[in-house]
């Protein structure tokens, strides 16, 4: 069964870091592309970042670049997302998703959470 | 304020078709493909149309997809109660060098 399951989020104090995990099985990891994509409490969709399959070309929204950093370990089938300098405006939950084509996102967790509050 | 806009609601009655529209420009719909998701309250989005208009496996083909210049159409053809989420459309943007999502759509099945 193809999954993604996302770990590390939680409550943070506003200028702090987390480092969000997903791990993936049931497809070949370091054959598709990868994104997070998250979703503020009522709100909608907002694409965060992605990374190539060998994790050497990297993008990020302008909200997060220069904060965030996305990763990948392909022997580890696990991609990551490390979180610095947060603020209360990056509280959502955040999904790990796989990219089908031309970023369609074909497959996606289910989230964790990320709360940024003092 | 999204990239992408899409009209916040719409509503139909079972049965019926109806078409959500994603408007944006030439740095993003206009030159990338599309993509349309759907949510179901309290679910992670699930991709109904990619590269415009393919359906992945698995999607009934009442959901269709289609992109002229800078704007993309969803459509979705005999509306089930089922139907009654919110729907997103995405695609990249070159000028941003990022993705982009639409504000999203809420469909209401009456």
């Known amino acids: 069964e193809v999954q993604l399951v996302e770990s590390g989020g939680g409550l943070v104090q506003p200028g702090g870091s987390l480092r969000l995990s997903c791990a993936v099985s049931g497809f070949t990891f370091s054959g598709h592309w990868m994104y997070w994509v998250r979703q503020a409490p009522g709100k909608g969709l907002m694409w965060v970042s992605r990374?190539?399959?060998?994790?050497?070309?990297?993008n990020y929204a302008d909200s997060v670049k220069g904060r965030f950093t996305i990763s990948r370990d392909n022997a580890k089938n696990t991609l990551y997302l490390q979180m610095n300098s947060l603020r209360d405006e990056d509280t959502a939950v955040y999904h790990c998703?796989?990219?089908?084509?031309?970023?369609?996102?074909?497959?996606w967790g289910q989230g964790t959470t990320v709360t940024v509050s003092s | 304020q999204s990239v992408l806009t899409q009209p916040p609601s719409m509503s139909a009655a079972p049965g019926q078709t109806v078409t959500i529209s994603c408007s944006g420009g030439s740095s993003n719909i206009g030159n990338n493909y599309v993509s349309w998701y759907q949510q179901l309250p309290g679910t992670a989005p699930k991709l109904l149309i990619y590269?415009?208009?393919q359906r992945p496996s698995g999607i009934p083909d009442r959901f269709s997809g289609s992109k002229s210049g800078t704007s993309a159409t969803l459509g979705i053809t005999g509306l089930q109660p089922g139907d009654e989420a919110d729907y997103y459309c995405?695609?990249?943007?070159?000028?941003?060098?990022?993705?982009?999502f639409g504000g999203g759509t809420k469909l209401t099945v009456l």
């Open positions: 998703t796989r990219d089908l084509h031309n970023g369609g996102m074909d497959v």
């Open positions: 995405g695609t990249w943007d070159s000028r941003l060098s990022a993705g982009v």
């Open positions: 990374i190539n399959k060998d994790g050497r070309s990297t």
């Open positions: 590269d415009n208009n």
